[in-house]
């Protein structure tokens, strides 16, 4: 029974899905919420990647490459006691040495030397070191064939470059490979395949930019997207509840205007909260202490609400505050000052002659009172826990407005005398460590924590994490939200200022 869902227009997130790690580390759950809410950042990204390649491609000067082929044999009769080309041992011992030669054939290929020679061939206006940087010579696997690649902005250049390197290296391996005392040369180079005339650039590469650009673009956007959520350590959904507390989330309330509860979705999230306390659980729920992570997550707002709707609904309430520090219903239901909690417990007045009928007479305010107390004093604590079991006997509903857990420790106090605590945090804001040093007050304490209710979910943010759901009904079907109550009016009509006073409470 008390995991039992009941009729919610406001659900908890991530019931389906694991919860979030957390360690930081990134669930699927994480990233498949942070695409719904940033999809948009991973488009953008490859728009402004595509954008940059197409600036890059438009600005970027063509570059030509020319490829020319050299064949490196053994002139096999110039070795000493050599044998005929016939002599098929010599046939390979000559490709072999060849082989081996090729890488050192490419290094003199690429020097700088040879870059000089090829530019005072060729009456080039260009530095030789420029020159041996764009001249890439690769030996052919398992041939005897070097391939020479030169690239130029100009494609003329770079045949002509790859024309005189093969007829410059040529005449240096002839010298080079010539033996003392022998006037030809060991090894013989050929140019079997000479340069053409490049037509297609190589460089840049439309296509291969242009993709670049947009997964480039697109990771990018995507990373910007997943690190709010890598690094969030506030609370957003039902898995960091359950991390800390090991609780659900009860309900949601979205931020909709100016305070928590001027929606209809809002409105059936009090609903779900009120249905859950009622008939949600085992035992009978008669004492409910609500109190909120840290000031400003809108727990008296809660506790208004919730003693409001009860009372609405024809349950005889009575909200005590219980704040004595800073107390709130005064403001929230625009009574005047005067007697309340704080008289009674210190025995100047009756239960009686504090108490304040709302409305048509089922909702009863236990105001903050006049007179000043310690709230931290033990016996001061102990008298307030009598009372509550008191007004638990008489009353049908007491809702218990108390101070936030982790500035004081009142809360935490009261929970050993009520039937459970409503624990509230905000969304976006409650710190994760917060809201678990919060339980753990509750649990030390021997109080029952009933769930968690998270205010203050951005519309957006609630619709895309599942929060909010919407059913339609036929608008001639609808009947008054608010028919006459008999006895009196409704306990929700005669307290205009109660929401616009409450709303201080979450700015």
């Excluded at 390979?92 to 003199?108: I, T």
């Excluded at 041939?143 to 240096?172: K, M, N, W």
């Excluded at 050929?190 to 930019?209: F, L, M």
């Excluded at 605590?421 to 649990?443: E, I, K, N, Y």
Aim: charged share 20%; with cysteine.
């Amino acid at each position: 029974m008390a995991e039992r869902r009941l009729e919610r227009g406001v659900r908890g997130t991530g019931d389906r899905c694991p919860s979030s790690s957390s360690g930081g580390e990134l669930s699927l759950e994480d990233v498949g919420r942070a695409l719904r809410a940033r999809w948009w950042l991973p488009l953008l990204g490859a728009l402004a990647g595509l954008a940059v390649a197409l600036l890059v491609v438009a600005r970027a000067t063509p570059v030509y490459s020319s490829t020319t082929q050299l064949f490196v044999g053994w002139n096999g009769v110039n070795q000493v006691g050599g044998a005929g080309p016939s002599d098929v041992a010599s046939i390979y011992a000559a490709n072999l040495f060849a082989q081996q030669r090729l890488s050192s054939y490419v290094d003199v290929i690429e020097s700088e030397d040879m870059a000089r020679d090829v530019v005072s061939a060729l009456d080039l206006a260009e530095d030789p070191a420029d020159l041996a940087r764009r001249i890439n010579a690769t030996a052919v696997s398992e041939t005897v064939v070097l391939r020479v690649t030169v690239s130029d902005e100009d494609p003329a250049q770079a045949r002509a470059v790859a024309d005189e390197i093969g007829r410059q290296f040529s005449q240096r391996a002839s010298s080079l490979e010539t033996v003392p005392g022998s006037v030809t040369p060991a090894v013989v180079v050929s140019v079997i395949d000479s340069a053409d005339v490049p037509t297609d650039a190589i460089s840049p590469d439309t296509g291969r930019d242009i993709g670049f650009g947009l997964a480039g673009g697109a990771l990018l956007g995507l990373v910007l997207a997943l690190l709010p959520v890598r690094f969030r350590r506030s609370v957003e959904t039902a898995g960091d509840v359950r991390d800390a507390t090991g609780k659900q989330v009860l309900a949601t309330f979205v931020a909709s205007g100016r305070g928590q509860g001027t929606s209809p979705t809002n409105d059936a999230a009090l609903r779900a909260v009120r249905a859950q306390l009622r008939t949600g659980h085992a035992q009978a729920l008669r004492l409910v202490l609500v109190t909120g992570t840290e000031p400003g997550v809108g727990a008296s707002t809660l506790a208004t609400e919730l003693a409001v709707s009860l009372a609405d609904s024809g349950v005889r309430t009575i909200l005590v505050d219980a704040d004595l520090r800073s107390p709130r219903s005064v403001t929230a239901f625009g009574l005047a000052d005067g007697l309340g909690l704080s008289d009674v417990l210190s025995g100047t007045a009756a239960v009686t002659e504090a108490e304040r009928p709302v409305g048509n007479g089922t909702l009863t305010v236990l105001a903050g009172g006049t007179a000043r107390l310690d709230p931290s004093n033990d016996a001061t604590a102990a008298r307030l826990r009598e009372l509550l079991r008191d007004l638990r006997g008489s009353t049908a509903f007491v809702v218990v407005d108390a101070p936030p857990l982790n500035p004081v420790p009142d809360a935490a106090g009261l929970g050993p005398a009520v039937d459970g605590v409503l624990l509230v945090a905000r969304f976006g804001r409650t710190h994760r460590t917060g809201l678990a040093d919060a339980a753990a007050a509750l649990t030390d304490a021997g109080s029952p924590l009933l769930g968690v209710v998270l205010t203050q979910a951005p519309v957006r943010a609630a619709r895309q994490l599942g929060l909010r759901f919407e059913y339609p009904v036929d608008r001639h079907r609808q009947r008054d939200p608010a028919p006459s109550h008999p006895g009196g009016p409704r306990a929700s009509t005669v307290v205009p200022a109660r929401r616009a006073a409450m709303e201080q409470e979450l700015t």
